[in-house]
């Protein structure tokens, strides 16, 4: 009897035991311990009524907690439906009762929020809480403690569903996004493939040769650079041979056995589990068997104490979110700590701005940055691009899609290259649909594609520009103006830490753009400074019209400006501060 999850996390605990799985501070997880952990609470969970098909929701930070839970509900052929722990009492008991969650765990720094919204969540038959026990609520730690082993085996393949992750609900209200293990299998396949397809055109110079120099022999360099390697690395048959055995191998015992003795050390300290761009580790994971995941012990990014863990647990790769990107770079302590285990510097769950891209090497030097780009509907990575240099990076670029990507016009027919349309894909990633939406999910997927709801084209050499959400784009005076166009610009002004863009009615020209800044610490500046700082820099049509000065703007968890929390509050017609 097979059950995918249970199967990858047990070759980890017999093949790679001692190897540590997770680091949250100073807490080590090994795989056997994990393993362990997420068999006890599965056999606790079976004993609460929890079987194949049943969603089961857990609302933690990201702490070892989060991956137990995870893995106990999925050894057990039951759905993890992560929540977004900054959610109300409302929001909470929203998704609740959409998905028909069985069970609720959580931590007790979610108390309130779940106890108010318990009244609302008649289904939930028990709930578990990390932390003390109490009336009606059941203690995490004695589940663990005094269940056994002998959970029962559960058939689990493939095209199982995995995970139900909830949207943002930025265009409404959260959908459940149903997505499997091959989904998961499929991005990771993809991306291997895509990668691998890169290999001729790999060159190691400037400040990454600089750096690699100091760790590897010249001769390695110069091997890798040279005409004869890159001809041979270009050459179709060993790609399709390196594909062929990559695929047999992911999840195997002999890719858990060979990883095991060179693992990998990532930290995503910005990303929340609860969200896919995060949530995908929790299944890749395993499979690879050779991944450590660093994890600060604190619920807030703080660049400081991400610094300084970078420095004693020395990182391969460090992912970020393009927000935290900005605050670990403008931090003060940041030229006080070593930074130089790190090779990889990864971002996603947004576009990252050239600009700042071309600041991570300045702190970073000699890295690559590897920008993937998607969203939760394709588990979630759709593009993928490396850049080894700041000369390589551009604006809006989000590389070689991964997946079959189109740019369509609004009758679902192809525009020609350069020409701005909606994304859509088609490929294995692609989810199942929407838990319990039939209709949203015919809506979502036309002629067997997915239609992303992103505006973008392709350049000249075939990279994919992403320039907005559909449903963002600013109409004023019968021209098309792409809000992250305008912030890109502003977020550039020394004295704005960030910034969201939105339309506002206007009887004359249908809309206008209004520009909402949040500036940085102990500055001061006027809207017409703002407003001349996109002079020359930008189309007349574009320019802010308004401007309003806020204390701070609301940001999503996974670090995007919540757009349409900005226009509830700040897009009606009269500014706060107005300039011509």
């Not at 052929?77 to 109300?88: C, D, E, K, L």
């Not at 998607?374 to 979630?380: I, K, L, R, Y």
Request: with cysteine; proline share 6%; net charge negative.
């Amino acid at each position: 009897m097979a059950n995918f999850m249970d199967d990858c996390l047990s070759r980890c605990a017999k093949y790679n035991a001692q190897g540590e799985a997770l680091v949250y501070g100073e807490r080590r997880v090994s795989w056997a311990e994990l393993n362990q952990r997420a068999s006890q609470l599965a056999g606790a969970l079976a004993n609460l009524g929890v079987g194949k098909g049943d969603r089961v929701l857990f609302m933690f930070h990201n702490c070892p907690e989060f991956f137990e839970t995870n893995y106990a509900i999925q050894k057990l052929g039951a759905i993890p439906v992560p929540m977004n722990y900054r959610f109300s009492p409302r929001e909470i008991a929203f998704q609740a009762n959409h998905c028909q969650a069985k069970v609720f765990l959580f931590e007790d720094v979610w108390l309130a929020g779940v106890m108010a919204a318990r009244p609302d969540m008649p289904q939930v038959q028990h709930y578990v809480r990390k932390g003390r026990g109490g009336e009606q609520v059941l203690d995490y730690e004695n589940l663990i403690i005094n269940a056994r082993l002998d959970y029962p085996r559960v058939d689990l393949g493939p095209d199982d569903v995995a995970v139900i992750c909830y949207t943002g609900g930025t265009t409404g209200l959260p959908k459940g996004v149903m997505l499997t293990y091959q989904n998961h299998l499929g991005m990771l396949q993809a991306l291997v493939r895509n990668i691998v397809s890169r290999l001729g055109a790999l060159r190691i110079e400037g400040e990454m040769e600089q750096e690699l120099r100091k760790q590897l022999p010249g001769f390695v360099i110069s091997l890798i650079n040279s005409s004869a390697t890159r001809w041979l690395l270009s050459r179709t048959w060993l790609q399709r041979t390196i594909v062929r055995l990559a695929d047999r191998a992911i999840g195997s015992d002999l890719a858990v056995r060979v990883g095991a003795r060179s693992g990998i050390k990532a930290m995503m300290p910005s990303f929340p589990m609860f969200h896919d761009a995060a949530y995908q580790l929790a299944v890749l994971g395993p499979i690879m068997g050779n991944m450590t995941l660093l994890m600060p012990d604190k619920i807030s990014f703080d660049p400081e104490y991400v610094l300084k863990m970078i420095e004693h647990e020395r990182p391969v790769m460090l992912g970020n979110v393009p927000t935290a990107w900005r605050m670990l770079l403008d931090a003060p302590e940041i030229g006080h700590y070593d930074k130089s285990s790190v090779r990889v510097c990864a971002t996603g769950a947004g576009v990252c701005p050239a600009a700042l891209k071309r600041k991570i090497f300045e702190h970073f030097p000699g890295v690559v940055i590897a920008d993937g780009f998607g969203q939760t509907e394709m588990t979630p990575v759709t593009s993928f691009r490396f850049d080894t240099s700041a000369a390589t990076v551009k604006d809006h670029c989000v590389g070689k899609p991964i997946v079959e990507t189109r740019i369509v016009d609004e009758a679902g027919q192809d525009v020609p290259a350069g020409e701005v349309g909606e994304i859509v894909y088609r490929g294995e990633s692609v989810m199942k649909g929407y838990f319990d939406e039939p209709d949203k999910t015919a809506e979502a997927m036309i002629g067997g594609w997915f239609h992303s709801g992103d505006l973008g084209f392709f350049d000249a050499d075939g990279d994919l520009r992403v320039v907005e959400r559909k449903k963002e784009c600013i109409s004023s005076g019968g021209e098309k103006i792409f809000p992250h166009e305008v912030e890109e610009i502003l977020l550039e002004h020394p004295k704005i830490a960030d910034i969201c863009v939105i339309g506002v009615a206007d009887e004359k020209w249908g809309s206008t753009v209004r520009a909402v800044v949040q500036l940085k610490p102990d500055q001061n500046v006027e809207p017409q400074e703002v407003i001349a700082f996109c002079e020359g820099k930008m189309a007349g049509y574009k320019k802010p019209r308004s401007v309003v000065f806020v204390d701070k703007l609301p940001i999503s968890p996974v670090g995007k400006v919540q757009r349409r929390q900005v226009k509830e509050v700040w897009g009606q017609p009269e500014a706060v501060a107005v300039a011509n």
